[in-house]
């Protein structure tokens, strides 16, 4: 079964700053990934997903960047962080006929 | 109107219990349903999929779908005090490789199981 890397757990960054969290993916290979938000009180927005290396479509617009340099390699990037970016941010990852499963999420607080 | 609706609770129950969780939806063309199960401050674990109209049992969990209503509906018999998460609807319209993940979200209720 896949597992799913994601770090760090817990990030405060100051305004304007700028982010980047990995996720990296085992157990699996040619998995779509996917970026989800989670802002408090609410249910899971889905960000970004990619069905492939460099491939990366956005489902909102927003201040963040995605990219995937390699197969299991996820990553969410931000040059200027704003108060609204802070949230739990989970990344995902499916595989042909499996279900989507989630890494451990980033609580990303902006100051 | 929120494409998903879905009662934040929270919710309170005595161990041993029936749960209820309910959720509507607004887009017909939803055709995959799950739910999902989160523990305070992890990832979302998958708890039932289900693709038709029906029910589908999986241990003490019912998952029931009525497309004809735009309704969806989780059960939990004998709910335990391990059992007290938040629960999230989730639902896709997608056909081939991203219908799994390409998910809209419930707001999520929050259970609370006491001894």
């Known amino acids: 079964s896949q597992t799913i890397h994601q770090w760090p757990a817990t990030l405060v960054q100051p305004v304007g700053s700028p982010l980047s969290l990995e996720c990296t993916v085992e157990g699996t290979s040619n998995p779509n990934l996917y970026w989800y938000r989670q802002a408090a009180g609410r249910g899971l927005q889905l960000l970004f997903y990619s069905v492939g290396i460099g491939q990366i479509s956005s489902e909102v617009p927003q201040n963040l960047s995605a990219s995937r340099p390699q197969d299991r390699q996820f990553i969410l990037s931000s040059k200027k962080l704003l108060l609204s970016d802070s949230g739990f941010y989970l990344c995902?990852?499916?595989?042909?006929?499996?279900?989507?499963?989630f890494g451990s999420g980033t609580q990303l607080s902006v100051l | 109107q929120k494409e998903v609706e879905q009662d934040p609770g929270p919710l309170s129950v005595p161990e041993g219990a029936i749960v209820s969780l309910n959720c509507t939806y607004s887009?017909?063309?939803?055709?995959?349903f799950m739910w999902y199960r989160q523990y305070s401050r992890k990832g979302p674990e998958l708890l039932m999929y289900?693709?038709?109209?029906g029910n589908k049992e999986d241990g003490r969990f019912t998952a029931q779908v009525d497309k004809s209503s735009k309704y969806i509906s989780l059960f939990i018999r004998d709910s335990q005090p391990s059992d007290s998460a938040t629960y999230l609807c989730a639902m896709s319209a997608e056909a081939g490789g991203t219908s799994y993940g390409k998910l809209t979200f419930g707001q999520g209720t929050i259970l609370t199981v006491h001894p």
């Open positions: 887009n017909s063309a939803f055709q995959y």
């Open positions: 289900t693709y038709s109209s």
């Open positions: 995902a990852s499916d595989a042909a006929n499996e279900k989507l499963f």
